[in-house]
């Protein structure tokens, strides 16, 4: 993979521009693509397993501030699906406040710190360390040799910012047909990360679904970084 300086070298080559103006808009640009792909879907190399445990009568714990979300975790060996508060407040509204065994979870809001927190429904009567699968918060690239996190997001990364280089050149005919070789270059990262994912378990939510919506609010834009 790619550190950051190498990356912009290489989109500013393209467009046979080095001053540092250019130079600074294609690292924003980078960056700003960098955020939408690693916020579109729960990648592989965005996770990591933690253990957590969650005291007898707690509604809630933190998390930690470098944790997007909860994508998975169990119960006593039970696996426990997500279920958006709202959802349970609607069907069952007493289950927020009663205990037992737990049977949902949810991913509160942060909380003021910026913290990732957890929720487990019905509150559990019993203390147990629980085994979590959690998507790690986006970091941004912000010094010249910081490098993606993503394996295989190096040529996404610059047919997305060769988008926005040339948008920012008003050229606007040519953008709209690279924004298109950049979708496909995305998807091609989506069927490798989806054969992946399928030997071992399905990713949640699917990559197709998460990436398609982001990537149809982000090209709306007329993205300058």
């Known amino acids: 993979m790619s550190t950051l300086l190498q990356l912009k070298t290489q989109l500013c080559s393209e467009f046979s521009v ?24 729960v990648w592989n190399d965005s996770k990591e397993f933690i253990t957590q445990s969650y005291p007898a009568g707690s509604t809630s714990v933190t998390l930690g ?3 997007e979300l909860v994508v998975a975790t169990s119960w006593d060996g039970t696996h426990l699906p997500e279920m958006p508060k709202e959802d349970i407040i609607k069907i069952e ?11 949902h979870y949810i991913n509160d809001p942060r ?3 910026d913290n990732c927190v957890l929720r487990l429904v019905p509150i559990p009567e019993s203390t147990k360390d ?6 790690k918060k986006f970091v941004e690239l912000s010094s010249n040799s ?5 394996k295989g997001i190096d ?9 926005s280089m040339l948008r920012r050149d008003f050229q606007y005919g040519k953008a709209s047909a ?13 069927d490798i990360e989806n054969n992946q994912q399928q030997k071992h378990y399905h990713m949640t939510p699917t990559v197709y679904d998460v990436v398609g919506r982001n990537l149809k609010s982000a090209n709306k834009q007329n993205i300058y970084g």
Not at 146 to 150: E, I, N, Q, T
Not at 178 to 189: N, V
């Open 18 to 41: 080095d001053d540092v103006d250019s130079m600074a808009d294609a690292g924003q640009f980078i960056n700003y693509w960098y955020r939408h792909v690693w916020g579109g879907a």
């Open 65 to 67: 501030s470098t944790i």
């Open 93 to 103: 509204p007493s289950r927020i406040t009663s205990t037992g065994v737990p049977t």
């Open 111 to 113: 909380d003021a710190s």
């Open 130 to 135: 629980m085994t979590l699968v959690v998507k």
């Open 146 to 150: 910081d490098v993606p996190k993503l």
């Open 155 to 163: 040529e996404t990364l610059l047919a997305y910012s060769r988008v």
């Open 178 to 190: 690279s924004l298109t070789e950049a979708d496909r270059m995305l998807m091609k990262m989506v």
